[in-house]
Nanobody, 122 residues
Framework: QVQLVESGGGLVQTGASLRLSCVAS????????MGWFRQAPGKEREFVAA????????YYADSVKGRTTISRDSAKNTVYLQMNSVKPDDTAVYFC???????????????WGQGTQVTVSS
């Protein structure tokens, strides 16, 4: 079992930056992928960013590419999502998740956190 706990959400203004964190505990076997997803009210959950366990590969959704960085601190078992120049469209509940392949397909992710709310005011 893997437990994931997100933090760092809140209310931010358009154009601001924020950093989300996800602490993993339990048994994570390499190779694996850590991913961030988000779900806005009335919409389906969508992929945001992913990082491979060795940090050699990252992948971003087009909607956040260029203003978002995913990173991982293996010593802290933590993955981060740094978002800059946030927009009202970024308002969503953000989830981190673990998959046991290099993937950004929601169905491939086995473990999920509870999510953290991000609200961007205009």
């Amino acid at each position: 079992q893997v437990q994931l706990v997100e933090s760092g959400g809140g209310l931010v203004q358009t154009g601001a930056s924020l950093r989300l964190s996800c602490v993993a505990s339990g048994r994570t076997f390499s190779p694996y992928t850590m991913g961030w997803f988000r779900q806005a009210p009335g919409k389906e959950r969508e992929f945001v960013a992913a990082i491979r366990w060795d940090r050699r590969l990252t992948y971003y959704a087009d909607s956040v590419k260029g203003r978002t960085t995913i990173s991982r601190d293996s010593a802290k078992n933590t993955v981060y999502l740094q978002m800059n120049s946030v927009k009202p469209d970024d308002t969503a509940v953000y989830f981190c998740a673990v998959a046991y392949s290099w993937t950004w397909s929601i169905g491939d992710y086995a473990y999920w956190g509870q999510g953290t709310q991000v609200t961007v005011s205009s």
